[in-house]
C-alpha cells in the first residue's frame, strides 16, 4: 500500500448509472487519488462506481480503507482485494467510522443511499458536529436537481442561506482534486 497523506471518503452509486461519463469519472478519481498520495475511505463493495475507484486504485497500489456491514458483504459484493477492510455489525457503525475517517467528503453520483450519506454530512456540518470540506461532483450535471431542490427550501425558508456555503461544486475529477490540494494545505 502506497504512503498517503489525508483521507477522502467517497459516496457514491452502487450502480454505474446510464452516462458513460459516471464511470470515466469514478476511473479518473482512482487515479487522482493515488496520484496526489490521498487514501480512499469507501463503503466497501465491489459494485458501481464505488467498485470501479476501488479498483482503479488497487490497481495502482494505491491507499484504500473498506467499511462495509456485516449484512451488506453479500450484496454489495465484499471488495476481496481490499485489505484494510472493517465488517461492522451495523450501517451506523459503518457511517460512523466513514466519518470520522474522513479529512473530506466527495459525493460522486450516486441514489438514494448516496444522498443519504451525503446529507447527514451536511446536516453535521450544520450542527458544527464537524467541520470538513464536503464537495459534491457534478459530473454531467447529475446532481442538478439536489442542488435546485436545496436552493428551493433556502427560498421556502427552510433552510438557512447559510447552508449553501457548507458544501461546495465541482464539475469535474481535476477540479475537485484541486480544490482537495486546496483545502488540505490550509
Ligand atoms: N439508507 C442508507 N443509509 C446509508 N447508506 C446507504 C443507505 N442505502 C444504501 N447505502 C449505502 O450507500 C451506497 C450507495 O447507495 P446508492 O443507493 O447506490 O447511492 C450503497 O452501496 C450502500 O452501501
Given at each position: 500500500m502506497?504512503?498517503y497523506t489525508?483521507?477522502?471518503?467517497?459516496?457514491?452509486?452502487?450502480?454505474?448509472?446510464n452516462?458513460?461519463?459516471?464511470s470515466?469519472?469514478?476511473?479518473a478519481?482512482?487515479?487522482?487519488?493515488?496520484?496526489?498520495?490521498l487514501?480512499?475511505?469507501?463503503?466497501?463493495?465491489?459494485?458501481?462506481?464505488?467498485?470501479?475507484?476501488?479498483?482503479?486504485?488497487?490497481?495502482?497500489?494505491?491507499?484504500?480503507?473498506?467499511?462495509?456491514?456485516?449484512?451488506l458483504?453479500k450484496?454489495?459484493?465484499?471488495?476481496?482485494?481490499?485489505?484494510?477492510?472493517?465488517?461492522?455489525?451495523?450501517?451506523?457503525?459503518?457511517?460512523?467510522?466513514?466519518?470520522?475517517?474522513?479529512?473530506?467528503?466527495?459525493?460522486?453520483?450516486?441514489?438514494?443511499?448516496t444522498?443519504?450519506?451525503?446529507?447527514?454530512?451536511?446536516?453535521?456540518?450544520?450542527?458544527?458536529?464537524?467541520?470538513?470540506?464536503?464537495?459534491?461532483?457534478?459530473?454531467?450535471?447529475?446532481?442538478?436537481?439536489l442542488l435546485?431542490?436545496?436552493?428551493?427550501?433556502?427560498?421556502?425558508?427552510?433552510?438557512?442561506?447559510?447552508?449553501?456555503?457548507?458544501?461546495?461544486?465541482?464539475?469535474?475529477i481535476?477540479?475537485?482534486?484541486?480544490?482537495?490540494?486546496?483545502?488540505?494545505?490550509?
Open positions: 502506497s504512503k489525508r483521507s477522502v471518503t467517497v459516496f457514491c452509486g452502487s450502480h454505474t448509472g452516462k458513460p461519463e459516471y470515466e469519472a469514478a476511473k478519481l482512482g487515479i487522482g487519488l493515488v496520484e496526489n498520495n487514501r480512499l475511505v469507501f463503503g466497501g463493495g465491489n459494485v458501481g462506481l464505488m467498485g470501479i475507484i476501488s479498483n482503479t486504485m488497487l490497481d495502482m497500489n494505491g491507499a484504500v480503507k473498506g467499511i462495509i456491514p456485516k449484512f458483504q450484496k454489495e459484493g465484499q471488495h476481496s482485494r481490499v485489505q484494510d477492510l472493517i465488517v461492522t455489525q451495523d450501517m451506523h457503525t459503518r457511517k460512523d467510522i466513514l466519518y470520522k475517517e474522513a479529512d473530506a467528503f466527495l459525493c460522486l453520483p450516486g441514489g438514494i443511499g444522498f443519504d450519506e451525503f446529507f447527514e454530512t451536511l446536516t453535521w456540518k450544520q450542527l458544527h458536529l464537524h467541520d470538513k470540506p464536503i464537495i459534491v461532483v457534478n459530473i454531467a450535471n447529475w446532481a442538478e436537481p435546485k431542490q436545496i436552493h428551493a427550501i433556502v427560498e421556502q425558508g427552510f433552510a438557512d442561506p447559510s447552508i449553501l456555503n457548507l458544501f461546495e461544486v465541482t464539475v469535474d481535476p477540479e475537485t482534486l484541486k480544490r482537495l490540494n486546496q483545502a488540505f494545505s490550509k
